[in-house]
């Protein structure tokens, strides 16, 4: 349970919001969107919202404080997320001013301290607000699930100094964080990095060389926290360092044409002799794999409750699809085909959300196997949502193959969380390991 004061701080965020929808595109280009866009989105984008459906079935589970969290987390979803996702996947806009907008209400530093305006919620506190938001649009989520993990990072490792210079500015989302780790020739086996960091003797900093790949965020965030060799241990000779956008040597690659989560920019980030000050590492030296890893932990929760999110809203689009779509005489929900099928999408889901909720606990409790739970909620719950996706759009028809239908974004932007925060494969490498230990 977090203090009463961090309740009321969430819930008077409420009265503040605003309903301005500003954003910044990826491309060096700034654009905004056009102030009609709300009345201009088609009435097939809003599938699956107008009614504000958000499974109930699960309340009894919830704290009371959890079920405000969700209504807090729906509403802001369903209004400045919904009617505007399509066109920031469309355009590829990342939607900066929204996410400071979410910063006003908690969400841009869930899992820290107060002092430093965190939220300070527990796992499964955040497990349930992410799944609310990824309702509305999984890609943006994800992002937010990125840099709370950035945030968290520098919460627990970082100095006072540190927490106090740079927290206050990431938690209101005034500064965006990108976490870096993934390099494009260290990718699952991450101990085998090779980004170095050679400290300069008697010089106060470290010479930071290498590249790191995939960054969400990557050109946009301000901050880039990279994992960099200060050692020749492999697992002990990794270091965590915060660099700064500006610092001489940092560049970064184009953005990435991808598939899904195409409102949030995807780069490499290249470090070219970036003289970085000591007071930037964060943690000691060589405790930077450790602190990476445990971070996943962490985000695998996020990523597979923005993943619920995402596929919980392919259900509710689905069931009103098969409500007014008729063949052969009838609706398509009469066919007791249609039933089955949806009775196996929401019956997986709510494993999925279980399974995540149970995760979640384990790693707030500090249980010895929470990382194989987590683990096994990762893979269950991104396998089984982007499933469920596939089974929405097939529903649909030819219909779901339509950009003017949204299942066929949640389907892209659901595939890559099977990949992100460790591949599934990993994660069954993680649980089998935890196995053999018993």
């Keep these: 349970m977090f203090s009463s004061c961090t309740r009321r701080w969430l819930m008077s965020a ?59 987390a729906s509403d802001f979803s369903k209004r400045e997320f919904v009617p505007f996702a399509s066109e920031w996947d469309q355009r590829e806009y990342f939607p900066v001013e929204v996410l400071r907008k979410a910063a006003s209400l908690g969400f841009g530093g869930l899992f820290c301290s107060q002092d430093v305006g965190g939220s300070e919620l527990s796992r499964a506190d955040g497990a349930v607000i992410f799944e609310a938001l990824a309702y509305g649009d999984v890609s ?15 919460d ?7 927490r106090k210079l740079w927290l206050p500015q990431l938690t209101r989302m005034d500064l965006l964080a990108s976490y870096c780790l993934t390099e494009p020739c260290s990718g699952s086996d991450a101990a085998s ?70 409102c949030q920019p995807t780069t490499t980030v290249i470090m070219e002799d970036v003289r970085v000050p000591a007071t930037n590492l964060v943690g000691s030296e060589g405790l930077g794999l450790s602190i990476a890893l445990g971070a996943l932990d962490g985000g695998r929760i996020n990523i597979a409750a923005c993943s619920v999110g995402g596929a919980q809203f392919c259900i509710d689009a689905t069931q009103e ?10 609706a398509l ?58 089974d929405a759009l097939q529903l649909h028809g030819g219909y779901g193959y339509l950009k003017d239908y949204p299942v ?31």
Excluded at 156 to 162: M, V
Excluded at 347 to 369: F, I, N, Q
């Design 14 to 72: 409420a009265a503040k919001r605003t309903h301005e929808c500003c954003c910044f595109p990826i491309k060096i280009q700034r654009a905004s969107l056009s102030s009609s866009a709300e009345e201009s989105t088609p009435l097939s984008q809003l599938q699956g919202c107008s009614k504000g459906k958000l499974l109930e079935w699960d309340k009894h589970r919830l704290t009371p404080d959890q079920l405000n969290f969700r209504t807090l």
């Design 140 to 154: 943006t989520t994800a992002y937010l699930s990125v840099h709370n993990m950035c945030c968290s990072i520098i």
């Design 156 to 162: 627990r490792y970082g100095t006072e100094d540190q």
């Design 193 to 262: 990095l090779q980004t170095s960091a050679k400290q300069v003797a008697g010089s106060g900093e470290y010479i930071l060389n290498g590249t790191k790949a995939f960054i969400s965020g990557g050109g946009a965030s301000d901050f880039y926290l990279v994992m960099a060799r200060t050692g020749v241990h492999k697992t002990k000779g990794i270091s965590c360092f915060l660099l700064e956008k500006g610092m001489r040597g940092l560049s970064f690659g184009c953005p990435e044409n991808k598939l899904g989560w195409r």
């Design 321 to 330: 699809y098969v409500q007014t779509r008729k063949q052969f005489g009838k």
């Design 333 to 390: 929900l009469d066919f007791q085909n249609t039933q089955f099928k949806l009775a196996d999408m929401l019956t997986t889901v709510h494993a999925s959300r279980l399974m995540v909720a149970h995760a979640a606990s384990a790693l707030d409790a500090k249980d010895p196997g929470a990382t194989a739970s987590v683990a096994m909620a990762k893979r269950f719950a991104t396998d089984a949502s982007y499933n469920v996706s596939n």
């Design 408 to 438: 066929e974004r949640y389907l892209r932007d659901l595939r890559v969380c099977t990949i992100v925060e460790g591949t599934n494969e990993i994660m069954r490498m993680v649980i089998t390991k935890q196995m053999m230990k018993t």
